[in-house]
């Protein structure tokens, strides 16, 4: 009930409006979220650089309203792959094509989409495509294959896949067909039980189901690794701070064989950085999805969401005010 309240205020125009005007939330919120300027997010990889932990940038923005707003949003993300190119970090990007023009117009959408990938193709650079909420499943992988018949390679574009999804195993089964490298998430938006699971222990069960379809399919095609300078990343890319998830993905991989280099943990910037610092020393690949901008407020409701203690540490901080 109460996830399901902080997805809902996550969306909502007036609690936006109302919390972002509280001055102590973005001290609260900065926690997870590396500043608003492509700087200042920079700095940040280049921290997780100095431990051996290489990362992903997302310039936070969704739903735009206008073709004129995507079209600035696509100009910001280019922007932030000619910044990674010039200051030589090991990263590559996110994007949300709402961010972009879906919703809009498909055409609007898949030029700009077309425009940041041929960028990332030209700097040997990653985009990963994240899946939002089911109104926009279908369109998103359909905008996939659209790029991957225009010739950009899997090499510079994957995807996500949320283990809360019934058809998540379908739709990743058949993307690893044509070699599409994923980030496994559990899932982060409200959704129908006619769409998804309602029980988080039938969720945790699908994640660990698609970790091995994942790691059996790297295996399958020649444990591709990470590359030499971090910016692509190998097929399966597991991302979760659970701690039983992490074992889980640790054993089946040790089972069946697959080389460290072979797979990767991400995790959040912000959120358990132990666990992201050990897994590191032990060798593990590790990515962390570093977000940032002015538009944090969707993501930081998610973020408080998904676990109780970030709630806390939120509600903790308001009675200090």
């Known amino acids: 009930m109460l996830r399901s309240f902080l997805i809902y205020l996550s969306q909502a125009g007036w ?67 000619d910044a990674i190119e010039e200051a030589g970090v090991r990263a590559g990007i996110s994007i949300k094509l709402t961010q972009i023009g879906m919703g809009l117009d498909s055409t609007i959408c898949r030029e700009n989409l077309r425009r940041i990938l041929e960028r990332a193709k030209e700097y040997k650079n990653f985009v990963r495509i ?15 294959y659209e790029m991957l018949e225009a010739g950009i390679s899997p090499k510079n574009v994957g995807m996500a896949v949320q283990s809360y999804l019934y058809r998540a195993e379908a739709d990743t089964r058949k993307m ?19 769409k998804a699971y309602p029980k988080k222990a039938d969720v945790d069960a699908n994640f660990d189901l698609l970790t091995k379809i994942l790691m059996d399919a790297a295996l399958e095609q020649g444990s591709p690794k990470v590359s030499k300078d971090g910016r692509i990343p190998p097929i399966p890319a597991i991302a979760t701070q659970d701690d039983k998830r992490v074992e889980f993905a640790k054993q089946y991989a040790q089972k069946i064989e697959l080389a460290k280099e072979a797979f990767e943990f991400q995790m959040l910037h912000g959120i358990r950085r132990d666990l992201q610092e050990q897994l590191s020393a032990e060798g593990y690949q590790v990515r962390i999805y570093v977000p940032f901008g002015s538009q944090w407020y969707p993501y930081f409701m998610r973020r408080l969401a998904e676990r109780p203690a970030n709630l806390w540490f939120f509600m903790s901080n308001f009675f200090k005010r």
């Open 130 to 144: 994240d899946i939002e909420d089911t109104p926009y499943t279908d369109m998103t992988i359909a905008a996939y």
């Open 15 to 81: 609690a936006q409006r109302m919390v972002t005007s509280w001055s102590f939330a973005w001290n609260v919120a900065s926690r997870f979220i590396a500043g608003e300027s492509t700087a200042e997010a920079i700095g940040v990889v280049r921290q997780l650089n100095e431990k051996g932990i290489n990362a992903t940038l997302d310039h936070l923005g969704e739903h735009t309203s206008t073709a004129e707003e995507a079209a600035q949003s696509t100009e910001e993300i280019l922007a932030i792959l």
């Open 176 to 194: 690893l067909e044509d070699g599409t490298r994923f980030r496994l998430i559990k899932g982060a938006y409200k959704e129908p039980p006619d």
